[in-house]
């Protein structure tokens, strides 16, 4: 069973510039998750689907963050424009419903803002 | 608002001897409970999980303890081995919304 894939794994920008993350969940996990994971934190919900439908969006700096997961698999962050803050680990999860508390995580993308 | 909390950021012990991760929340909502392991460059993986039903999960080496009354809970590895080295979090959940908490983190180093 493949993983949660996501790309790319790094990114350095300029504050100020955009920036758009991509995820693919396994296969058939109706329920995908975002992360920010600042250093020395751990995870930090932004945003959860379930299949193509915000479920729980409340920790999603909207101003400039914003995430879409169009036909119900793979998803997209974008960051818009970004602050020196949002340097972090975006981690992307899925699961097979929202009654599933284990999440499977990706690898990453490490985002360097400078 | 860090209502899960790992109040130690590192531990180190020897390779055959027990280790105890710790964790505490201040959320009575939270009824699930789960510890993750990460190595670096990687996501974090399932590792073990408890129901505030219970009060002990064990699996292989690894065992939970939930105190619900002291709203705490703990892993213990034994016995821990060198390829147990990693970063440890503590996650908490309510199943009325599965909005999931993590602590900051635990890396354990087992010394060979």
């Known amino acids: 069973e493949a993983g949660v894939a996501q790309s790319p794994r790094y990114k350095i920008i300029e504050k100020r510039q955009s920036v758009a993350f991509w995820c693919n969940p396994i296969?058939?996990?109706?329920?995908l998750y975002w992360y920010q994971q600042i250093l020395g934190q751990g995870p930090k919900l932004l945003i959860q689907?379930?299949?193509?439908?915000?479920?729980?969006d409340s920790q999603l700096p909207k101003d400039r963050f914003s995430a879409e997961r169009l036909k119900g698999v793979d998803s997209t962050l974008k960051i818009q424009p970004a602050k020196l803050e949002d340097s972090a680990v975006y981690l992307c999860?899925?699961?097979?419903?929202?009654?599933?508390?284990?999440?499977?995580f990706g690898p990453g993308t490490r985002l360097t803002v400078t | 608002d860090q209502q899960v909390k790992q109040n130690s950021p590192s531990l180190s012990v020897q390779e055959g001897r027990i280790s105890i991760l710790n964790c505490d929340y201040t959320n009575s909502m939270f009824d699930y409970f789960l510890w993750y392991k990460k190595y670096p460059a990687e996501g974090p993986t399932f590792l073990i999980s408890i129901s505030s039903i219970k009060d002990k999960n064990e699996d292989g080496r690894f065992t939970v303890f939930l105190n619900k009354s002291a709203k705490h809970l703990s892993l213990h590895i034994v016995p821990s081995q060198p390829g147990d080295s990693a970063v440890y979090f503590c996650?908490?959940?309510?199943?009325?919304?599965?909005?999931?908490?993590f602590g900051a983190g635990t890396r354990l180093t087992v010394k060979p």
């Open positions: 996650a908490a959940t309510a199943s009325a919304n599965n909005d999931m908490r």
């Open positions: 296969s058939g996990h109706a329920t």
């Open positions: 689907f379930q299949n193509n439908g915000v479920v729980d």
């Open positions: 999860a899925s699961s097979t419903d929202r009654q599933s508390y284990e999440q499977y």
